[in-house]
């Protein structure tokens, strides 16, 4: 365990809900009410080095956090991302997976979700022929 990770030493009393693979938190920076963090146990950088059954327990904890936000939040859709090494945007090198409530509304126009990444790349149904 690397010292000054922050989800390494996460106070117990932020985690919502943990199974032996890892546990989910409330993003301490939401970027919508419920957005949810599910976070390795293991400290690990990349979904890729997880073992089959880590993967599978993380997805675990991502349904079920999914159901307790349908029920707190409503919510009309998710986005749901890893952001896997420095140059995917990743600041915090532990592996972990964001779970965004989506609200109808709360952008003018979501089209593309994920795509906006890269801006430029994102538009793609305005630039076909």
Not at 23 to 39: E, K, M, N, Q, W
Not at 75 to 80: K, L, R, S
Request: charged share 25%; proline share 8%; aromatic share 8%.
């Amino acid at each position: 365990m690397p010292s000054q990770c922050p989800f390494c030493e996460l106070r117990t009393e932020r985690v919502v809900d943990d199974n032996d693979a890892g546990f989910s938190v409330r993003d301490a920076y939401p970027v919508s009410p419920g957005h949810t963090l599910i976070i390795s146990r293991r400290h690990v950088g990349s979904l890729f080095d997880l073992s089959t059954a880590e993967r599978e327990q993380l997805l675990s904890l991502v349904d079920r956090a999914k159901s307790t936000l349908d029920e707190q939040y409503q919510p009309d859709a998710y986005n749901i991302g890893v952001n896997d090494g420095a140059a995917a945007g990743q600041t915090v090198p532990h592996l972990h997976i964001h779970l965004i409530p989506r609200y109808k509304g709360d952008i003018p126009d979501p089209r593309g979700g994920v795509r906006w990444v890269i801006p430029e790349k994102a538009d793609y149904w305005s630039k076909r022929g």
